[in-house]
């Protein structure tokens, strides 16, 4: 049986992410490491399963935490208490800043908690796998392609067939659904993209809305592999998490964006940026001000 095009495009996004690093993980074993049971039936195997690589996520939180002492599961039950909304998202990103907090016994004192090594990049794990499912109870939903850094899955690409129409925006709409109907999803994935192998869209979860979702360029115009390589380098996944995503009030409401493509070389260019700030940026100039202010 001939794949569709979108299969064949979601297969070109793996290849291309293994040769800049990212190891591959097949749905079968990362449904095993979600604790995915083969024996019940597969339209419920993914019903309220682990959203992260459990072992993985420990192991690097004890070598990242020497002192850390809490059981296997106390981090991740602490995550999964977290909203499903874009409070838990902002909590969330404060855990992949490693502003997190956890008690040294032994010392008698809070301690930051690292999830990612940025100063080591190498010591991170760093795994792509697709079909990405999970059930809530309610809605269930299968992501095609996912990026997950020491277990923890940050960025979500969908795939789509180049030759229906508005096939990205039928994407993104799709993510729209995602959020809605299974937002746990959410709370630790802060990127998504959405590609027919031609266009290449992006934004940040929690805000779908038009405006704020961009075309990521490269020089190579309309080419894929270039598209795929330079957004998923995983130094720029890494500064996306770290520097990039931007939580800010307007009219007592939180939003949450991400810098544009041509704002983040600007960003790079000031001596300290903030990683939240207290206003909406206003274009370029208003988001370089608003990097250049200390975090609250």
Not at 31 to 57: H, I, K, Y
Not at 125 to 143: L, P
Not at 224 to 245: G, H, N, R, T
Request: with cysteine; glycine share 6%.
């Amino acid at each position: 049986m001939k794949p569709s095009e979108h299969k064949t495009v979601q297969a070109r996004i793996l290849a291309y992410a293994q040769e800049i690093g990212w190891l591959f993980v097949s749905r079968e074993e990362a449904e095993q490491r979600r604790g995915f049971d083969p024996a019940v039936p597969p339209t419920d195997r993914a019903r309220n399963r682990s959203l992260f690589f459990d072992d993985l996520l420990y192991a690097r939180v004890r070598e990242f935490n020497p002192r850390y002492t809490e059981a296997e599961g106390a981090l991740l039950g602490q995550f999964r208490h977290l909203h499903a909304d874009i409070y838990g998202s902002r909590e969330f990103v404060e855990h992949l800043r490693n502003r997190g907090k956890f008690f040294d016994h032994e010392e008698r004192r809070e301690r930051d908690l690292i999830l990612i090594d940025y100063d080591y990049p190498a010591l991170n794990v760093y795994e792509v796998t697709e079909e990405w499912a999970f059930h809530n109870g309610h809605y269930g939903t299968r992501e095609d392609v996912v990026f997950l850094i020491n277990g923890i899955p940050v960025l979500v690409i969908e795939c789509k067939n180049a030759n229906k129409d508005e096939a990205i925006a039928f994407g993104v709409d799709q993510i729209r659904r995602y959020h809605r109907e299974t937002p746990e999803l959410f709370v630790s994935q802060q990127l998504f993209t959405a590609t027919d192998a031609i266009g290449f869209s992006y934004g940040v979860s929690w805000n779908t809305v038009r405006r704020n979702i961009f075309k990521w360029k490269d020089e190579e115009v309309g080419k894929l592999e270039a598209k795929v390589k330079s957004f998923c380098a995983i130094p720029q996944v890494q500064a996306f998490l770290k520097e990039y995503i931007i939580f800010a009030e307007k009219d007592e409401e939180l939003n949450k964006y991400i810098l544009r493509q041509h704002q983040t070389g600007a960003v790079e260019a000031t001596p300290s940026p903030a990683l939240s700030i207290p206003h909406v940026p206003g274009g370029l100039c208003g988001t370089l001000r608003a990097a250049a202010r200390p975090s609250p």
